[in-house]
């Protein structure tokens, strides 16, 4: 089991530019969460999908900031036009739903905007 | 504001002392779970605590829950130098999103 996985590690963008964050949950698990993590602001909750429907984005920026999860075995953060003040550390995790609460983590990709 | 928030944002203990870290938490819950994280990596769960439940064990870990104050603790006895982390409470208190708390940076010296 390699864990949930989150590619790149790292990326840096420019003022403006688009950054696309990608995630591969555990196989079979049905809930898929990102949370954007700061020194300031700690770890906050963005968006959710259960078997890829959005459940719940109450976190997420309302301008700029999309999530989708095409199929079970990925998920992808889109931030348009970013801004220094994206930059984080962004973290997806995965949860088999009806088994356990427990929230399983990938590395996170940490995003710098230049 | 927080859901839930550790109590302390530093803690630094000799390796084999005890250590407690506390959280408090508002409104109702239905569990409070305690992450580690490490650095350059995500949070990994050490203990799940249950609202019906008032302690939870997981080897050198011991976490407790108190409804009434609504509060939490994890205790870590025998601490080694890996044990240096940021350590989270979180709390759930409808479905399945966890919210964190800001964490508590421990550091266990030689």
């Known amino acids: 089991n390699a864990g949930v996985i989150q590619t790149p590690r790292h990326k840096v963008t420019g003022k403006g530019q688009e950054a696309t964050l990608w995630c591969e949950p555990i196989?079979?698990?049905?809930?898929v969460f990102w949370y954007r993590q700061t020194i300031v602001q700690g770890l906050e909750f963005l968006t959710y999908?259960?078997?890829?429907?959005?459940?719940?984005d109450s976190g997420m920026p309302k301008e700029r900031f999309s999530a989708q999860m095409p199929n079970q075995s990925h998920s992808t953060l889109k931030i348009q036009s970013t801004q220094p003040q994206d930059s984080a550390v962004y973290l997806c995790?995965?949860?088999?739903?009806?088994?356990?609460?427990?929230?399983?983590f990938g590395s996170g990709t940490r995003l710098t905007v230049l | 504001s927080q859901l839930a928030e550790e109590n302390s944002w530093a803690l630094s203990v000799h390796e084999g002392e005890s250590v407690t870290v506390n959280c408090s938490y508002k409104?109702?819950?239905?569990?409070l779970q305690w992450y580690r994280q490490k650095s350059g990596k995500g949070p990994a769960q050490l203990i799940l605590?249950?609202?019906?439940?008032r302690e939870k064990r997981n080897g050198r870990l011991r976490a407790t829950l108190d409804t009434s104050s609504q509060s939490s603790s994890l205790s870590i006895t025998a601490t080694r130098c890996e044990d240096t982390a940021v350590y989270f409470c979180?709390?759930?208190?409808?479905?399945?999103?966890?919210?964190f708390g800001g964490g508590t940076r421990l550091t266990v010296r030689p």
């Open positions: 995790a995965s949860n088999p739903l009806g088994i356990t609460e427990t929230l399983y």
């Open positions: 196989s079979g698990h049905s809930a």
């Open positions: 999908f259960r078997n890829q429907a959005p459940i719940d």
């Open positions: 409104t109702s819950i239905t569990a």
């Open positions: 605590i249950r609202s019906n439940e």
């Open positions: 979180a709390a759930n208190n409808a479905g399945a999103k966890l919210t």
